[in-house]
């Protein structure tokens, strides 16, 4: 089992519509999770980052987590074309060692967003 | 804030040619940075863990003899891509962590592209 796991989609929304992005971990202690954005060619923008449980909205962007599910989402609102790109989950993995703190990604969803 | 240089963005070398990446946290300190590869449609895959001041962590299957790194100081880290040859193009990505955050989010440099010939 991958121990960050998104759909690869592609997931294509028409524009306005709300586009939901899923994310599922296999480590029960890790305790931070981020959404990154990211255009082709480009390098990954941090977009949300999420703690505890439940909801954190920020703008058109709304991260949702589940810890006892091991879920973290990431929706929407209002999707433009511009928001075409793909996402990626990530991960914290717990303290301890000489490679502290570092992030794991899923694979990412492709979002395409069309007028 | 939180800004992370990468140069060179683009770099086009010979077989059996060095090359070196510099990544540099231009407005905070990071004590640990991180260098990605990607290569095309696939995820960012995580080579080593760049320490200021100590020897890199290599992930599993990385060789540490050809991905030479070096952290000198808060506010730069190296990647040498020794002797490249046409397997190692891909996009190669630094992040860093600003040590006077608690949150854990790492940012990214632009990436540099390597295409070996």
């Known amino acids: 089992q991958k121990e960050v796991e998104q759909n690869s989609g592609p997931l294509s929304v028409p524009e306005g519509a709300i586009a939901s992005l899923n994310c599922t971990y296999s480590?029960?202690?890790?305790?931070?999770f981020f959404w990154y954005r990211q255009y082709s060619g480009k390098s990954p923008e941090l977009i949300m980052s999420?703690?505890?449980?439940g909801d954190k909205e920020d703008g058109r962007f709304t991260a949702q987590l589940n810890k006892a599910s091991q879920y973290v989402s990431l929706l929407i609102r209002d999707s433009q074309p511009s928001d075409s790109a793909t996402y990626l989950c990530?991960?914290?993995?717990?303290?301890?060692?000489?490679?502290?703190?570092?992030?794991?990604f899923g694979q990412g969803t492709i979002l395409t967003v069309h007028p | 804030g939180a800004v992370v240089s990468q140069h060179p963005s683009r770099v086009i070398c010979k077989s059996g040619t060095s090359v070196k990446i510099e990544c540099r946290s231009l407005?905070?300190?990071?004590?640990?940075m991180f260098w990605y590869r990607q290569f095309p449609k696939q995820s960012l895959m995580l080579m080593a863990t760049?320490?200021?001041?100590?020897?890199?962590?290599?992930e599993q299957g990385v060789e540490k003899d050809k991905f030479l790194i070096n952290h000198a100081s808060l506010t730069l880290s190296t990647l040498t891509v020794t002797s490249a040859h046409p397997e190692d193009s891909s996009f190669y990505i630094c992040?860093?962590?600003?040590?006077?955050?608690?949150?854990?989010?790492?940012?990214f440099g632009e990436g540099s592209r390597l295409t070996v010939l």
């Open positions: 992040s860093a962590r600003d040590r006077g955050r608690t949150t854990g989010e790492l940012f």
């Open positions: 480590d029960r202690v890790s305790q931070s």
């Open positions: 999420i703690y505890s449980n």
């Open positions: 990530a991960v914290k993995v717990g303290a301890g060692g000489t490679s502290y703190g570092k992030l794991t």
């Open positions: 407005d905070f300190q990071a004590t640990t």
């Open positions: 760049s320490n200021e001041g100590s020897k890199a962590t290599y």
